[in-house]
């Protein structure tokens, strides 16, 4: 039973073409997180929602938008995606401290 | 500044050996720790939380807050242990955000 969806699984885009990647619940968690993670680094976090409260971090580039239209959804939005950009973008969610994590999209920049 | 240092990038060991996934962590405060699991092709998923004090796999992980240390530990490997193994701190007092440590690969050779 998948409790985090995360689509499509692997997305291939070019340098500076607008990409989404969404993410689905069945958890009904208030909570839901976006997390950037590069080869051989640590997941980092983006952004998170508390319900629609939206919570970024300092260090996330403004190239990188959210949108939470509904408790069950999440949308990741690159811009204008860059080389750098090319990761394996985690989804989660959480009711108290255990987060759950979807199974990741795989995004590469040309 | 929150931070969680995983000093092995990679551990080898063999079947029926002890195994330890060193995490030291800083934090000016009460921190919650996890441990984390990626087992080949499959998500991120949980493995066990220092609050719960239980044993998970066989696994278990105590806070040493003189040490900050929350090192992972099982008596004797099984071949279904090797995983990237990530230690992740969160805040107490509300904040349920998570800083990951950069992981661990753990092989168990049979």
């Known amino acids: 039973d998948a409790m985090v969806i995360q689509n499509p699984r692997y997305q291939v885009t070019q340098f500076g073409k607008p990409v989404t990647l969404s993410c689905s619940q069945t958890?009904?968690?208030?909570?839901m997180y976006w997390y950037q993670q590069k080869s051989s680094q640590a997941p980092k976090l983006l952004f998170h929602?508390?319900?629609?409260?939206?919570?970024n971090e300092a260090d996330t580039p403004d190239n990188f938008q959210s949108r939470r239209p509904n408790t069950s959804f999440c949308f990741l939005d690159i811009r204008s995606p860059g080389l750098g950009d090319t990761a394996m973008y985690l989804c989660?969610?959480?009711?108290?401290?255990?987060?759950?994590f979807g199974p990741g999209t795989r995004l590469l920049v040309l | 500044a929150q931070r969680v240092t995983q000093p092995e990038k990679l551990l080898s060991v063999f079947k029926g050996a002890p195994v330890e996934l060193k995490c030291n962590y800083s934090?000016?405060?009460?921190?919650?720790l996890f441990w984390y699991v990626q087992y080949s092709r499959q998500r991120l998923q949980l493995l066990l939380r220092?609050?719960s004090r239980e044993s998970i796999k066989g696994f278990t992980a105590d806070l040493n807050k003189g040490e900050t240390s929350f090192h992972l530990k099982k008596p004797f490997a099984q071949e279904e242990d090797s995983a990237m193994y990530y230690c992740?701190?969160?805040?107490?007092?509300?904040?349920?955000?998570?800083?990951f440590g950069k992981g661990t690969k753990l092989t168990v050779n049979p």
């Open positions: 989660a969610t959480s009711s108290g401290r255990t987060q759950y």
């Open positions: 958890l009904n968690h208030n909570v």
């Open positions: 929602y508390y319900d629609k409260d939206f919570n």
């Open positions: 934090y000016s405060g009460s921190p919650e």
């Open positions: 220092h609050i």
């Open positions: 992740a701190l969160s805040g107490m007092g509300g904040s349920e955000k998570l800083v």
